[in-house]
């Protein structure tokens, strides 16, 4: 079946440090990749996205690479801030499935000064 | 202006009662969605209307009950409460036939079944 599997929280860091969420995923097809954010009490927004394999989606300082042949699509940021704090969430999409987001756990990111 | 609303924001009810969580978005979208976060934030699709017409419907106890009366407002009903019920329940909205089919999140809806 089509799975999302993130790295488990907290992640807690310094203000500019370096950042990386794990995200690997299980897909039929080829997958559309996508980062979310959810900041504390809010939705989900769309951070980034990838559509085949080799791309790269970048958004505010994050970056994440579709890579085919690891199934991985990890989230970087080189140096983060106290607002980037929140919830990030890998997701996917199957090609030709209605349109269903699958998403892996979450992952909280807390940043401190 | 906001693009996908819920109402209400916060929902506390007691246990057997029967409530209604509302959606609407102004993008002139075709597709909208029901999605549950628990409380370890685990997000999961329960539900998805193209044009009004139900095209997903995972594993959900009948209890709830999806309605789109039109393409903008997708509503979920919930009979007979329980405990488990209690979550974020967040609307969504995309256009299907956009290259993307990026999804917009509404900003929830806390409901607690006490």
């Known amino acids: 079946g089509n799975s999302v599997t993130q790295m488990e929280g907290p992640v807690t860091l310094s203000e500019e440090a370096f950042l990386t969420i794990n995200c690997t995923y299980t897909a039929t097809g080829y997958p559309s990749l996508f980062w979310y954010v959810q900041y504390p009490g809010e939705g989900l927004q769309l951070l980034l996205k990838a559509t085949k394999a080799d791309d790269k989606g970048s958004n505010k300082g994050f970056e994440a690479t579709y890579r085919k042949e690891t199934t991985s699509f990890h989230l970087e940021k080189g140096s983060v801030q106290v607002s980037d704090s929140a919830v990030y969430f890998c997701a996917l999409k199957v090609s030709g499935g209605y349109n269903k987001l699958i998403f892996g756990a979450g992952t909280r990111l807390a940043v401190h000064p | 202006d906001t693009a996908v609303s819920q109402t209400p924001k916060y929902l506390v009810t007691q246990m057997g009662n029967d409530k209604s969580i509302k959606c609407e978005q102004n993008l002139g979208h075709d597709t909208m969605y029901w999605y549950k976060q628990d409380s370890k934030k685990f997000l999961k699709i329960m539900f998805s209307y193209n044009n009004k017409e139900l095209i997903i419907n995972e594993t959900v106890p009948n209890r709830f009950s999806p309605k789109s009366p039109d393409k903008a407002h997708l509503n979920l009903h919930i009979n007979s409460l329980e405990l488990g019920d209690s979550a974020v329940y967040f609307c969504?909205?995309?256009?299907?036939?956009?290259?993307?089919?990026?999804?917009?999140f509404g900003p929830g809806t806390r409901l607690t079944v006490l």
């Open positions: 969504a909205s995309s256009q299907a036939t956009s290259r993307d089919n990026e999804q917009f």
